[in-house]
């Protein structure tokens, strides 16, 4: 069963930092672009980063410089990393796979998410 | 950056009726990186059409998704109760990055 399972959600203090991760299986996370999307509560879904198959990274413009992704293929697994959090990074953070295809299914994988709060 | 703009934010149908939802971008956008997205509540989205007009595995034919440049449209013929949702277009490829529209609520009349 192809599948994503993110973990390490938490309440965390402003100012804090937090890791997330996401495991992954029935598929090679190298050869798939592997995704974070957050959904603050009662919003919509913002695109928060992406480690693509060739090992490249990038950022959306909120958390830039604040969060770092990467991934370990031995465990199939892609982390991201959280610090000098803020409030507004309060979310369900998701794990999602977006196939490295010729043609752009999407983000054609999706975990349940993890949790995210931010206060004092 | 693309910026995608939904409308409308909510729409009020009852089954059987017709949805029409509309995604439009601050700049053109390959329709080929073009994708629709319907989450339920307490649920994961998932995706329904990809490449602006292909329905994903699975999605019924009652789905249907259209358009170009900046304007796309996702059609719902004829509602079904499991229909109700929230509706997100999301983009592809004119940056590193992705983006998605703020969403519409499909809601039951």
């Known amino acids: 069963e192809v599948k994503v399972v993110e973990s390490g959600g938490g309440l965390v203090q402003p100012g804090g930092s937090l890791r997330l991760s996401c495991a992954a299986s029935g598929f090679n996370v190298i050869r798939n672009h592997m995704t974070w999307v957050r959904q603050a509560p009662g919003k919509g879904l913002e695109w928060v980063s992406v480690?693509?198959?060739?090992?490249?990274?990038h950022y959306g413009d909120s958390v830039k410089g604040r969060f770092t992704i990467s991934r370990d293929t031995f465990k199939s697994t892609v982390d991201l990393q959280m610090s000098g959090l803020r409030s507004e990074d309060t979310a369900r953070y998701y794990c999602?796979?977006?196939?490295?295809?010729?043609?752009?299914?999407?983000?054609?994988?999706w975990g349940q998410g993890t949790t995210v709060t931010v206060a004092s | 950056e693309v910026v995608l703009t939904q409308s409308p934010g909510t729409l009020s149908l009852s089954p059987g009726e017709r949805a029409t939802l509309s995604c439009r971008a601050s700049?053109?956008?390959?329709?080929?990186?073009l994708v629709w997205y319907q989450q339920k509540p307490g649920q994961a989205p998932s995706v329904v059409i990809y490449g602006a007009s292909n329905r994903a595995a699975g999605i019924p034919d009652r789905f249907s998704g259209s358009g170009s440049g900046t304007d796309f449209t996702l059609t719902i013929s004829r509602l079904e109760p499991e229909d109700f949702a929230v509706y997100y277009c999301q983009q592809s490829g004119s940056s590193p990055g992705y983006t998605f529209g703020q969403g519409t609520k499909l809601e039951i009349k």
């Open positions: 480690i693509n198959s060739d090992g490249s990274t």
């Open positions: 700049q053109s956008v390959n329709s080929k990186y």
């Open positions: 999602a796979r977006v196939p490295d295809t010729y043609y752009y299914y999407g983000m054609d994988v």
